[in-house]
């Protein structure tokens, strides 16, 4: 049987009910069903489809009109009502690359099994993401906040948000009093920098860039921003610098590592009390930024204790 690899991004996954009018891609006429791959569409043969971009396709059969075959036999293979090929009753599938299709240049691919929701959950021991009860992982703490990195490598069972009141955190145990306010800002702010993070790290091959590219993705991030002292605008760290494109010298710190630490690189922090400074190692080598500015033409002379 010829079978051609088609993956595809797109927003659901097909259901026994053969719900495809919300996928991109798949086109209904009358009771039939045709897929259309950017303006050619599959036909006279059998197809690959990752209905849902998570790394596993299934195979599909089109004639020649381009009409799907469902609850058939076809070449003496089975197809269930959703098209897709069986055996003895259990969907065949395959290992293909992820196309988040987030790229100017048309679409980045990730590795087989890769999740664009929790882009870094096939990372956490290699790159000391699991979330422990203990707070601080490494020297930068986390990517952003626990909660950030608990929906990024998908330790769910690592993601809280205390409810309005008095409650008590489950994880570590602290007691605490949330506002209605602080409650609204929390959950706004972990959902904004979560879906920052799946943007950019989706739109990158960072699972097989070097450490010079991936510190030069972060140079671009922090680029896009500008200074601002303090009391010219509402403190937000991470926040400020990523979504308002603004930050003071420790913000951008904070953030220069959360970023590094989202792509595997060792990171560190120095202070004086009246600036903050920053460092990336990359293959060995540590480079200094402040503020907006990483400086990745010329190594630092400074010694740098890089931990996490």
């Known amino acids: 049987m010829r079978k051609q690899v088609l993956t595809v991004f797109m927003a659901g996954i097909l259901t026994a009910s053969m719900s495809m009018t919300a996928l991109a891609g798949w086109e209904q006429e009358g009771n039939n069903w045709k897929y259309n791959d950017n303006g050619t569409y599959a036909a006279n043969g059998w197809y690959w489809i990752d209905g849902n971009n998570d790394g596993i396709a299934e195979s599909y059969y089109f004639d020649n009109t381009g009409i799907l075959a469902r609850d058939t036999t076809v070449e003496g293979y089975t197809v269930n009502a959703d098209g897709a090929w069986t055996v003895s009753g259990e969907i065949q599938t395959q290992n293909v690359a992820v196309n988040t299709g987030s790229a100017a240049t048309g679409g980045v691919n990730h590795s087989a099994g890769y999740d664009p929701a929790h882009p870094l959950a096939g990372k956490i021991d290699a790159w000391n993401l699991r ?3 203990t707070g601080w ?5 986390y990517i952003c906040n626990e909660n950030v990195q608990a929906l990024l490598t998908g330790q769910m069972d690592k993601y809280y948000i205390p409810p309005v009141g008095n409650s008590v955190n489950p994880t570590t145990g602290t007691q605490m009093y949330v506002s209605q306010e602080d409650y609204d800002k929390n959950v706004h702010n972990t959902q904004a920098l979560y879906q920052w993070f799946c943007n ?3 739109g990158m091959d960072f699972e097989n860039m070097s450490e010079m590219d991936k510190a030069k993705e972060i140079q671009k991030v922090l680029g896009q921003g500008v200074y601002e002292g303090m009391g010219s605008l509402e403190r937000n760290g991470y926040y400020s610098v990523l979504i308002d494109k603004k930050g003071l010298c420790t913000e951008y710190a904070l953030t220069a590592c959360s970023l590094a630490k989202a792509l595997g690189l060792k990171s560190a922090i120095s202070g004086t009390g009246d600036h903050t400074v920053y460092y990336i190692r990359v293959n060995g080598i540590a480079y200094m930024g402040s503020n907006q ?6 190594p630092t002379p400074d010694y740098v204790p890089f931990s996490n």
């Open 137 to 141: 992982i490494g020297a930068n703490m």
């Open 293 to 298: 500015v990483l400086n990745l033409d010329f």
């Open 131 to 133: 979330l422990t009860n």
């Open 200 to 202: 950019w790290l989706n």
